[in-house]
Antibody, heavy 121, light 106 residues
Framework: QLQLQESGPGLVKPSETLSLTCSVS??????????WGWIRQPPGKGLEWIGS???????YSDPSLKSRVTISVDTSKNQFSLKLSSVTAADTAFYYC?????????????WGQGTLVTVSS | SYELTQPPSVSVSPGQTASISCSGD??????ACWYQQKPGQSPVLVIY???KRPSGIPERFSGSNSGNTATLTISGTQAMDEADYSC?????????FGGGTRLTVL
């Protein structure tokens, strides 16, 4: 059974960089046809896709966040990571990692439990 | 950028049929997915490629997509179906979510 688990600081200061890691178990991150994505959800609000990465390093990201987002992958650890720079209070959200299938459509079929990141001084 | 619009809330009586809409420009030309999210939990994929159900999703969940609107239908709605539902599509290789609809079963 595929499992994803987010980890990282729950509190980040304004203007600093948010860093999260997603550990994948139950399958190899090198599985073909799958990207590995990040999605966030401000408390009480809707889902917002941040971006995703293929194990070979190709990435997609939301245009509104692209200038601040870096997504990387470590196949030796079966992990992928998110860095979001210059954070503000608006970046306070639950952050989820997920497996992203890309074929005739794009779907997110396995999700981590999510982690709350608060941006505050 | 591409946008998907959902009603903020929908109410349904137990045993009745609930329909949740998702609107976007020429959405019928794309594939839509639907996610269920209960309080304090991660989203769960309930419909993909407009009409398909992942393994383990009850048959009472169905989907359609035509024109500018995708619809999630829950037949014989149960109390356990009370949750937030979000539609999702993609445009120019980026993933887009609707704002979410709270389904209340009362």
């Amino acid at each position: 059974q595929l499992q994803l688990q987010e980890s990282g600081p729950g509190l980040v200061k304004p203007s600093e960089t948010l860093s999260l890691t997603c550990s994948v178990s139950g399958d190899s991150i090198k599985s073909s046809s799958y990207y590995w994505g990040w999605i966030r959800q401000p408390p009480g609000k809707g889902l917002e896709w941040i971006g995703s990465i293929y194990y070979r390093g190709s990435t997609y990201s939301d245009p509104s966040l692209k200038s601040r987002v870096t997504i990387s992958v470590d196949t030796s650890k079966n992990q992928f990571s998110l860095k979001l720079s210059s954070v503000t209070a608006a970046d306070t959200a639950f952050y989820y990692c997920a497996r992203e299938g890309r074929g005739v459509t794009i779907l997110l079929d396995y999700w981590g439990q999510g982690t709350l990141v608060t941006v505050s001084s | 950028s591409y946008e998907l619009t959902q009603p903020p809330s929908v109410s349904v009586s137990p045993g009745q049929t609930a329909s949740i809409s998702c609107s976007g420009d020429k959405l019928g030309d794309k594939y839509a997915c639907w996610y269920q999210q209960k309080p304090g939990q991660s989203p769960v994929l309930v419909i993909y490629q407009d009409t398909k159900r992942p393994s383990g999703i009850p048959e009472r969940f169905s989907g359609s997509n035509s024109g500018n609107t995708a619809t999630l239908t829950i037949s014989g709605t149960q109390a356990m179906d009370e949750a937030d539902y979000s539609c999702q599509a993609w445009d120019s290789s980026t993933v887009v979510f609707g704002g979410g609809t709270r389904l209340t079963v009362l």
